[in-house]
């Protein structure tokens, strides 16, 4: 180690660095996802980069959650993204993906919260 720094020389400090989206992300559990038929993960990359919104938010697949609903794939919006309100997500990846989807664009800066 050099000087009275903490880190060894060969590492930087942690640092933010400005991430390839620009609105936010959703976590897709990929073991629960897993069925190429079926893979919800990429159902969402297709459906985003078709609405013209591939760069606002990343769909980023992750390890499993230690959460597995038959039949379901587990999904994440972490919460303080636009105006999602964020949470765990079990979804059936042909009946309610649209319904998660639209859960999904609440991300995105233009998309204003629902009033009754």
Request: aromatic share 6%.
């Amino acid at each position: 180690m050099g000087g009275a720094s903490r880190y060894p020389d060969f590492m930087a400090a942690a640092r933010p660095v400005r991430p390839p989206w620009k609105s936010g992300f959703v976590l897709v559990c990929k073991k629960c996802s897993g069925n190429k038929r079926l893979d919800l993960r990429k159902w969402l990359e297709h459906r985003l980069a078709a609405e013209g919104h591939a760069d606002e938010v990343r769909i980023l697949k992750v390890s499993c959650m230690d959460i597995c609903p038959k039949a379901r794939v587990m999904a994440v919006i972490p919460p303080g993204q636009g105006h999602a309100p964020g949470g765990c997500f079990a979804v059936d990846p042909v009946s309610e993906r649209e319904d998660f989807y639209r859960q999904i664009l609440k991300i995105l800066p233009d998309s204003l919260p629902e009033t009754h």
